[in-house]
């Protein structure tokens, strides 16, 4: 394939290509299983290869489910947004106007959150918490009723913090405007007026179909399917357990490509909320793996060729990546169980796309040749939040080091300690030397702390997340 091409050709190509190759590139890459669906045109191909498990051996069919992940965050976004086409939220009223039961260490900052802080990434507080309140449907109002104690790292708005936490919030607001569960809210309001057959809120739908399971390394490092399938259910909004085929995924996004309605003209969402959530909210430093900017929900990539509003997730030992490029009604989604994940979305989606809308996304971030000197005295020092430990040191020599020490959920599932080597990037960007799951990581230092003498130093390390300094 090569070169962008019309939408009935481009589609074609596309399905020929994907038999010629996914299985050879699926197993070029050590992915147990995957499956990828593309949309144009409103018409859809999909491809599968590999097995289920390991363990089971059980192929991968185009009717397999995969966990969706963080991916997961659009779907809730869209609920969220539903409340505002129905009169019942506005996005920028206190959220404690219509969520008075949160409760979080900064009072002060409570009091200024909107929806969009949450949203957008910008509400500040601890972004990690995982706690897993049971298996009951009221699994999400026990988990805000854990916040209690939830650290704030910065002011509501200040900048861009991935939040996990905020979107099960977020899920617990859909719960309370709707008068229902999450996982009903979704069943009702979004799978079934889309006709999306396979869309499981949780194991107990997803055990109806042939479903796959997630890969993580061993020991001896090899890869073997994991002993737990899925995350607590208290983080559902957030994307622990969602699960679908890659062909109902591209059904949702094909929604939001036809301006809000269901291919039978089922008004879903209100077109003025489609836009909103790929209006570019915020902008993002330069990270690894993730876009230029954040909209409600949506992760937007700028490319020469136009913009791409995506996103991507990561469950255990499962990963998903959903891209969509509007202006030419093209998306690709790719669902995995383990593996170099990476290496097969450049050689699958990101070609794909190249091929069907001529827009090339970058390169994943990688060190230069000659990394310049810069000093780094305002960098050095502890951080710290509740998943990680971090600390920044230079050796003797002048080289610049990053220790990461898991703990909490991160150390109960089994995540060892980390030294990673680091290079100037970019400003006071830094990166990895060697790659860490196939990626080099990108450590942004941000903000201003004074020393004990007074001397500036960096508040923040970013890399996605925001870790606050702890020393």
Not at 57 to 66: E, K, L, M, S
Not at 117 to 127: Q, R, V, Y
Not at 398 to 423: C, N, S
């Amino acid at each position: 394939m090569s070169s962008a091409m019309s939408s009935q050709q481009g589609l074609d190509a596309a399905s020929a290509w994907l038999e010629d190759n996914f299985d050879r590139i699926v197993a070029e890459h050590g992915v147990p299983g995957a499956t990828v669906a593309v949309l144009t045109d409103g018409r859809i191909t999909a491809a599968a290869a590999g097995v289920t498990s390991l363990a089971t051996g059980v192929p991968v069919d185009t009717d397999t489910v995969f966990q969706i992940g963080s991916i997961t965050k659009i779907w809730t976004t869209t609920l969220v947004m539903q409340l505002v086409d129905d009169g019942l939220l506005d996005l920028d009223r206190p959220l404690l106007d219509y969520l008075p039961e949160l409760r979080i260490a900064d009072a002060e900052a409570a009091t200024a959150l909107t929806t969009r802080h949450l949203l957008t990434h910008t509400a500040g507080f601890e972004g990690d918490i995982f706690t897993d309140t049971g298996r009951g449907e009221d699994a999400i109002e026990k988990y805000v009723a854990t916040l209690t104690d939830l650290p704030q790292l910065f002011a509501p708005g200040e900048t861009f913090s991935y939040n996990n936490t905020a979107f099960v919030v977020l899920g617990r607001l859909v719960e309370v405007l709707r008068g229902a569960p999450y996982d009903e809210v979704l069943l009702e309001r979004l799978a079934g007026p889309l006709g999306l057959a396979t869309v499981s809120p949780s194991p107990y739908e997803a055990i109806r179909h042939r479903a796959a399971t997630g890969h993580v390394p061993g020991e001896d490092g090899e890869l073997a399917a994991a002993t737990t399938w899925a995350l607590a259910r208290s983080n559902a909004p957030a994307g622990s357990m969602l699960a679908m085929t890659a062909t109902d995924l591209l059904g949702f996004a094909r929604m939001h490509l036809d301006g809000g309605t269901a291919a039978d003209g089922t008004r879903v969402l209100a077109a003025e909320s489609v836009a909103a959530m790929q209006a570019r909210q915020v902008d993002l430093p330069r990270l690894a793996g993730m876009g230029d900017a954040w909209g409600l929900g949506w992760e937007l990539f700028d490319t020469p060729q136009g913009t791409v509003v995506a996103h991507d997730g990561g469950t255990i030992g499962q990963a998903a990546f959903l891209r969509v490029v509007p202006e030419a009604g093209v998306a690709i989604a790719l669902l995995t169980n383990g593996g170099d994940v990476f290496g097969l979305f450049s050689d699958v989606v990101a070609a794909l796309l190249t091929d069907l809308t001529g827009v090339v996304l970058a390169d994943r971030p990688a060190p230069p040749a000659e990394p310049s000197t810069v000093e780094v005295d305002r960098f050095l020092g502890r951080y710290a939040d509740t998943i990680y430990d971090i600390e920044v040191s230079q050796d003797g020599d002048g080289r610049l080091w990053l220790d990461r020490t898991p703990k909490d959920i991160h150390a109960e599932i089994g995540e060892k300690p980390i030294r990673f080597e680091l290079v100037h990037f970019d400003g006071d960007s830094f990166i990895t030397a060697e790659p860490f799951h196939g990626i080099h990581v990108v450590f942004a230092f941000i903000g201003n702390a004074p020393g004990p003498s007074g001397e500036a130093r960096a508040k923040y390390v970013h890399y996605g997340r925001v870790v606050s300094r702890a020393d």
